[in-house]
């Protein structure tokens, strides 16, 4: 069993800033790529940042600059701090991790249950 658990999120005025955060637990043997995506009303989900194991990152380019991505292999954790948040950044924000599991050695996309972030005035 695997399981991601966020934490952050909420409501922020245009501007302002906020940090998300995953912790990764259960049957794991390694994780790769970990990373964030989210839905807004109405869209497709699309990738907002990830990491490699290695600490190379990539980011959309609607969040270049503004978002930060990061992670601790020994705790299992990826964080995102985003600034100079915009309206267009509000959306449901979900955790993903791929991950080998202990024992089996089998690779798989595991994701978070998503939490929300606003940015309104």
């Known amino acids: 069993q695997v399981q991601l658990v966020e934490s952050g999120g909420g409501l922020v005025q245009p501007g302002g800033s906020l940090g998300l955060a995953c912790a990764a637990s259960?049957?794991?043997?390694?994780?790769?790529?970990m990373g964030w995506y989210r839905q807004a009303p109405g869209k497709q989900r699309e990738l907002v940042a990830s990491i490699t194991s290695g600490g190379s990152t990539d980011y959309a380019d609607s969040v270049k600059g503004r978002f930060t991505i990061s992670r601790d292999n020994v705790k299992n954790t990826v964080s995102l701090q985003m600034s100079s948040l915009k309206p267009e950044d509000t959306a449901v924000y979900y955790c993903y991790a791929r991950i080998v599991r202990r024992f089996s050695f089998r690779e798989g996309d595991y994701w978070g249950q998503g939490t929300q972030v606003t940015v309104s005035s």
């Open positions: 259960g049957s794991i043997y390694s994780i790769n790529a």
